[in-house]
């Protein structure tokens, strides 16, 4: 691969990212036996090769430009035997001009195995990020079984990275929809979100320590069902009823650990996926934008207005083409004085919880299951899987909801800095009861 340079979207992750927060997501496994690390490492450096921005540094030119630069070399896994005193390893930050943006911690004991997939954002998003390890599992079991794994599989285009930083704006869209296009830019640029409880800001240069703290749970088969048919039968997605019960949630969280001051606006950002059927063949890269949905606390009393008024939002964000907004605002802002860099030193809260609906994981894999649905991979069982977006200054929660062998699994990352583990686990029990159940608030 040629050096290209970054997308706006990169270069935004990689500025935003601190020795405190770094910008680091994260991609748990976890399987009951044991899996052969041979044939894993085996499996992860064939695949690797067609996938090159995981493969790739960050340099800047003369003119302070970033670009990637592709590097050779096999990809860091660092192999952990023995007792496993927490569910992850404690990986360290990524330097990008040091090093790729992937690494894997490979841990296992006697009838269990876990392994970490680490990405820098700046890299790829959770799609592409699932997509990678979806052809690692399938590399894996065609070697466990004794096969030679296919060159290129999936038939991945590297060429095709030369479209991820596009939302598909075209000059025509963008004065057929330039008015409500002005009022989510409008919304982006003076409106302030508050974060989730108050907190004192912390020196963001100082480098993380254990920044990786997470709660996770999941619905069983048929409350995941009921979930999923308590959307269609309200006429409403599932994404619109997640933002409805967790905005609920952090409204009832809210008054519990603390007497809100005023009437602020709380915001959701959730990723959208930018990949067209054109785009299917592309590699791991970061082919995505994000949409932000504010709310007062005030708004929350019926929760069955609420849904509805989110529902209609959503339509008319995908009906406005308001997907393009946030890349094209960075844009204009980085041809500014300072750039995005200078907007960046704020350190404003700018989202008081991220939330990431991976749909259904790893679905295309043609693997034997289990009677309860979980896949076999080799002779272990893949047993959970979870995925942690990062967290930001101010941005205390970021939550990933993807669906495993018929069960919605919802997992809660938090600022440890400014949350006890007992507030975060208080969170997500709230969440899940609203999932399990119609909310009734108090």
Request: aromatic residues 12%; glycine residues 4%; hydrophobic residues 40%.
């Amino acid at each position: 691969m040629m050096p290209i340079p970054f997308t706006i979207f990169e270069k935004y992750m990689l500025l935003d990212d601190q020795p405190a927060y770094p910008m680091d997501s994260f991609r748990f496994l976890r399987f009951s036996g044991r899996l052969n690390f041979n044939y894993f490492e085996a499996s992860l450096n064939a695949v690797v090769r067609y996938h090159p921005m995981l493969r790739s540094v960050a340099r800047r030119d003369r003119r302070g430009r970033f670009f990637w630069e592709e590097v050779e070399g096999a990809v860091f896994i660092r192999r952990i035997r023995g007792p496993i005193a927490a569910r992850f390893p404690n990986p360290e930050a990524i330097d990008l001009f040091c090093e790729p943006g992937f690494r894997v911690y490979f841990a296992e004991e006697r009838n269990q195995t876990l392994v970490l997939f680490q990405f820098h954002h700046s890299v790829s998003d959770g799609i592409g990020e699932m997509e990678f390890i979806s052809d690692v599992l399938s590399d894996y079991v065609i070697r466990f079984q004794g096969g030679l794994p296919q060159e290129n599989p999936r038939n991945l285009d590297s060429t095709l990275l030369s479209q991820r930083g596009s939302s598909g704006l075209t000059l025509a869209k963008y004065f057929r929809f330039f008015f409500p296009s002005a009022v989510t830019t409008h919304q982006l640029i003076f409106r302030f979100p508050t974060p989730l409880a108050p907190h004192v800001p912390l020196n963001t240069n100082i480098p993380a320590k254990d920044y990786l703290a997470f709660c996770a749970d999941e619905l069983t088969q048929e409350e995941t069902r009921n979930y999923f048919n308590r959307a269609k039968k309200q006429g409403v997605t599932i994404n619109d009823l997640l933002i409805r019960d967790l905005f609920l949630t952090m409204g009832i969280w809210r008054k519990k650990w603390f007497v809100p001051q005023g009437n602020p606006w709380l915001r959701i950002t959730m990723p959208m996926n930018l990949r067209t059927e054109s785009l299917q063949k592309m590699p791991a890269a970061n082919a995505v934008t994000m949409l932000f949905l504010d709310r007062r606390e005030r708004d929350f009393s019926n929760p069955d207005e609420l849904l509805q008024k989110i529902h209609r939002e959503t339509e008319w964000i995908k009906r406005t083409e308001q997907k393009h907004v946030l890349l094209l605002t960075l844009k204009i802002r980085d041809r500014l004085p300072g750039g995005i860099g200078w907007e960046l030193k704020s350190r404003r809260c700018r989202s008081t919880s991220v939330l990431s609906n991976l749909g259904k994981v790893f679905e295309s894999l043609p693997f034997m299951r289990r009677h309860d649905g979980r896949f076999f991979v080799g002779n272990a069982v893949l047993e959970e899987v979870d995925a942690a977006p990062p967290i930001r200054p101010g941005t205390l929660i970021s939550l990933s909801v993807l669906t495993y062998a018929n069960r919605l699994r919802l997992i809660l990352r938090y600022d440890a800095k400014n949350m006890t583990a007992e507030q975060a686990d208080h969170l997500l029990q709230i969440f899940f009861s609203f999932l399990k159940s119609e909310p009734v608030i108090p």
